[in-house]
Every structure is written in C-alpha cells, then in structure tokens.
C-alpha cells in the first residue's frame, strides 16, 4: 500500500526529542510575551505616572529607566533564545549518538526497541502484518583475522550501507550487535514476497566488495519472522533470530519462522528456557562408571549433566552447555550439579557394605564457577548438607579453567583441597596440556583424552605420547584415568602403560543412579576384588609388572541413549 507523500515516516521516532525539549519551548514563549507586555506597556504611556513620580522625588533621568526596563529585557531574552538553540542542538545529537551506532551509522539495538512498537502500530493501522529480517553475516570473524580490524571495520560499513540502500525508504535497518543486523518491514504484503526480499539481500551482500586494493566476500543467513497484530513485538524479533539459525543449514540461507522451531534452542530463547529448566528441576546426572583396569571393578562415576526436556526428551549436553556458558547460567546449574554429586555420593557410601570402599563421584566445574567469590562456601555448604564426607568428592577441570585466571583458580582448588576434595584435571593431551598444572594444583588424577585412546595401537606417535604423560604422572604420584575406552585391545594397551583407570562406552553408557546402584550390588555380591586398583587417595599398592589379568565384562545390562 503506497503511502502519501505528506505522511511521517512510520518509523522516525523524532517526537522524542520534541517531547523532551516541549517544557523549554514553552519557557522561552513566555519570556518573550513578557517582554512584548513591557514594551506595549511603555509605548502606550502606561508606566508614565509612575516615572514622573520617580523623576520628581528623586531626580532620575526616565530616559534612562525607560531604556533599562526596554533594552535589558529584550537582551536577555535574544541570550536565552540562542542557549536554548545550543541546548536544542546539543540534545539532538546526544539523542542521535545513544540511538545510532559509531561505526555504521546505523539505529542501534536501543533504537530498535523504540521502532518496533512503532512498526507494529504502523501494521495495524493498515490492517497488514509487520516483517522482521534478521541478518547474520557469516564467516566474519575470519575477515578480521585475516585483513585485520581496519578492513573488518570498513567491511562492515560497507555492509551496512548496502542494505540500507537495498531496503530504500520504506524497510528500516538497524545494527544489533557484531555482525548481524535487523531489518523492519512495516507493511508487506505476505510472508513470501518478505521471503523473497531476504533472498534479494542474500545476493546483494554475496556481490564481493572493493575495499582499497582487496576483494572481500562474505556471505549471510536470514531469518524472516512475519508478526500479527497481536504478537509482542520482542517475540516476533525472537523468532526472527530462530529462523536465522535454521537458515544456517538451508540451501538458499534463508527462512521463515515457523511454530516448529519454537522449542529449538538458540542464542535468542536460550536463558529464557534455561532458566525455566533449572526452575522447574529438569536436569539430570547421569553416571558414567570408573572402573579399575586390572579387576573390571567400579570404583567411582562421574556425574554427567542432561537436560530432560518435557518436548524432546533427553537433550545431550553438546545443544546446551554452550548456552550455559554463555548467558552465565553455569553457574548456579554447576551450583545443581556438584550439591547433587554431594547427595548422590552420600547416598552410596550409606549403602556401602562393611569391606567395601565407598564409590568417589566427580563433579565438572567451569570456569566461570571457578571465578565465582563465594565458590567454596558453595562447596561446603553442599558437603555439609548432603551429610558428605569430601574424600568421596572429586572436581574435574579443564586446563581451560586454570589459565582463564589462574590467581582465582589457585585460591579457590588451594582452598577446595584444605576441605578434602579431590582434584582431577580433565582431557589432558588436549590444548595447552602445561605441566605446571601438574605441579601447581596438587593434582591427585589425571584424564587421559578419548582422542588419544581412541587410535592406541594404531599410531606409533599416541602409543608414545600415552606411554610417557603415564610415566610421569606415576613418577608425580597422579593415579591416570582414560577416557573414551571402546575397545579391549585398548585397554590391554593401557595395562601394559601402566593406566590404572578407564572410562567409556566399552564398559558402560552414562547410567541413571539406580542401574549404578544394581551394577554395585552385583559386584558387591562378588566379593572385593583382589589387587584392585581404587580411586587416588583410597587405592591400594599394585605391582605394576604383575600379569594383565583381564576381566572385562559389559556393564551394559540396561542402557540409557546418551552421550558423555
């Protein structure tokens, strides 16, 4: 629907700023009518009597008086109109500077949030719907690393003037964040032809860019959100940034939000269900046995989170962690996590019979968690509630943790060990892999990664690297575990390294507590085993060069789908 040459534009916000500036306007109209009184006043003599009187009692010159009353007046009032003019035009660009960004140009996230009521008002009026484009550039982070921030810098200029361009006068562009961008329709007339607008744009930013001396192309992903209305305007931006997601993996990057990606996660609806989540008790851990590589027996699990989601059933921790991270809620769902190893820990050692050494549960712990003040507080509160001895508690960390703020990372495990819980550094062999975290941490085991079990035996060059970060952790007194054990040539590999430990799917999938609680009463039934190698602190001496008497039954006599 065409609009009248004479109509506003549906998406300028500048009443604002008139509205904010309504009170001086009117200050200075009534300094001004203030003054044209006076004048009138003394052009029609009015003051007269008054000054005779003045002039005959005192001997002041009238003239004088007359030019005072007229002159002063109208001079301060120029003075005050041309403030207010400085002020005005202050305000505006202050105004214009916190809705607009620094480097495009462009509306911001903030001006966003007043336009899209305005669009959706817009809508309504003409009885349509209002489309909401959400742009991903893809690949940016590559530009930068690769030209440098100068050039990312006025690559994304760039970027931003092609759209608004393409976009003309009738959609509105705004900047949101980094390198996506927001695009508002107020009046299309359905969702296909806003889709096929978002599928005009797609070639238009594909078209490579001329950039002094380089050539740069860069692609995109849209997602097309069409609001009724009686949508909130912030939701139809939601499932804008939804359908952006699902984009990623279409053919022609782009898509149309529909009801069925409603309870995907993305960056968009991810705290909001998060949160929701952890209030309505929906995560999980599960437990994946420890097992002592010589006797097959367990003699610990490590607690590993799920998020059983009422619409999709158990979601692997890969769809969520990230978003965990992310938007902070780490924190108190490792919080969740370690007063439910704490619980779960106690109850086992309850169940334990006389002879028999209690199972140690580890915990994950972020970095994020690490770096929290009250951490350890947390820690004890748990062990204390849970009635948990914390000998029976081990922390995994990642080396990510540790250099993300070693300072912090050192007080709280320093601290964590004074308390009695044990420490284990997780999927070393992987990144920065510093042996001053062996040294530094008191570190009582160490995770071997599934990438270096996994091709044991195959690759003269893992068999070595196994065999010699063993040795040394035997040499430090660290107990190793391996992680991700599919097969038993592996584990006869490990035995004559000299591994202690293992873990995976070999021996079993991550377990609800009670399968852990069935598979120990079985192995309970058995008797302690002979020789058997138990968890760093509560292990006995084994003799190293003794036979690989390999016992390997599958623990897998019921199974729950999940990945570690």
């Avoid at 769902?333 to 334990?352: D, F």
Wanted: a negative charge.
């Amino acid at each position: 629907m065409a609009r009248k040459e004479r109509d506003p534009h549906p998406l300028r916000i500048e009443h604002l700023v008139e509205s904010e500036h309504r009170a001086g306007t009117d200050l200075a109209w009534i300094v001004a009518f203030a003054v044209v009184l006076c004048v009138v006043a003394i052009v029609f003599a009015v003051p007269d009597i008054l000054l005779d009187r003045i002039a005959d009692t005192s001997g002041l010159n009238t003239n004088g008086v007359i030019a005072l009353i007229t002159v002063v007046p109208l001079g301060a009032t120029l003075f005050a109109f041309r403030r207010y003019h400085d002020a005005v035009n202050a305000q505006r660009e202050l105004t214009h500077l916190s809705l607009h960004d620094a480097l495009t140009g462009l509306p911001n996230r903030r001006h966003l949030r007043e336009v899209l009521p305005e669009a959706f008002r817009h809508a309504r009026r003409f009885h349509t719907k209002a489309a909401v484009l959400f742009v991903d550039l893809d690949g940016f982070k590559s530009v930068n690393d690769t030209y440098g921030h100068e050039v990312g810098d006025r690559l994304m200029v760039a970027v931003g003037e092609r759209l608004a361009r393409t976009a003309g006068e009738d959609r509105w562009v705004a900047r949101y964040a980094g390198d996506e961008f927001v695009i508002i329709d107020p009046a299309p007339q359905t969702a296909e032809q806003a889709a096929r607008f978002a599928r005009e744009l797609i070639g238009v930013i594909e078209t490579p860019f001329e950039l002094g001396e380089d050539r740069i192309g860069i692609s995109a992903s849209i997602g097309v959100a069409y609001g009724d209305v009686t949508d909130d305007p912030e939701d139809v931006l939601h499932d804008a940034d939804t359908a952006m997601y699902d984009a990623k993996h279409s053919d022609n990057r782009t898509a149309v939000f529909s009801e069925t990606m409603r309870s995907r996660l993305t960056p968009a609806t991810a705290e909001r269900r998060l949160e929701q989540a952890l209030e309505q008790g929906e995560f999980r851990l599960l437990y994946q046995p420890i097992v002592a590589l010589r006797t097959s027996r367990i003699v610990g699990c490590e607690g590993l989170l799920r998020w059983d989601d009422p619409e999709r059933g158990m979601v692997p921790p890969g769809d969520f962690l990230g978003s965990l991270e992310e938007t902070g809620l780490i924190v108190p769902v490792g919080r969740w996590v370690i007063a439910e190893a704490c619980r779960q820990a106690a109850r086992w050692a309850e169940m334990t019979p006389d002879g028999e050494i209690p199972l140690r549960v580890t915990a994950n712990v972020s970095p994020r968690q690490i770096g929290q003040s009250d951490f350890v507080e947390d820690l004890e509160s748990a062990l204390t509630s849970a009635g948990t001895n914390p000998a029976l508690l081990f922390l995994e960390l990642t080396e990510a943790a540790l250099i993300a703020d070693p300072r912090a990372a050192w007080t709280a495990l320093s601290a964590a060990r004074e308390i009695g819980v044990g420490l284990a550094l997780d999927d070393f062999g992987t990144g920065y892999s510093s042996l001053g975290h062996l040294r530094n941490y008191e570190l009582e085991l160490l995770k071997l990664d599934g990438s270096c079990i996994g091709a044991l035996g195959e690759r003269p060059v893992d068999d070595a690297i196994v065999r010699h970060v063993v040795s040394l952790a035997r040499a430090l007194g660290i107990a190793t575990l391996a992680e991700g054990i599919q097969e038993a040539a592996q584990v006869e590999r490990l035995l004559e390294f000299g591994c202690e430990l293992g873990q995976g799917y070999f021996f079993s999938d991550p377990q609800p507590p009670t399968i852990i609680e069935g598979l120990l009463r079985r192995q309970w039934r058995t008797g302690p085993g002979e020789g058997g190698v138990e968890m760093p602190a509560m292990r006995a001496d084994t003799d190293a060069d003794a036979p690989a008497s390999i016992v390997l039954p599958k623990l897998r006599q019921t199974s729950v789908p999940a990945q570690s």
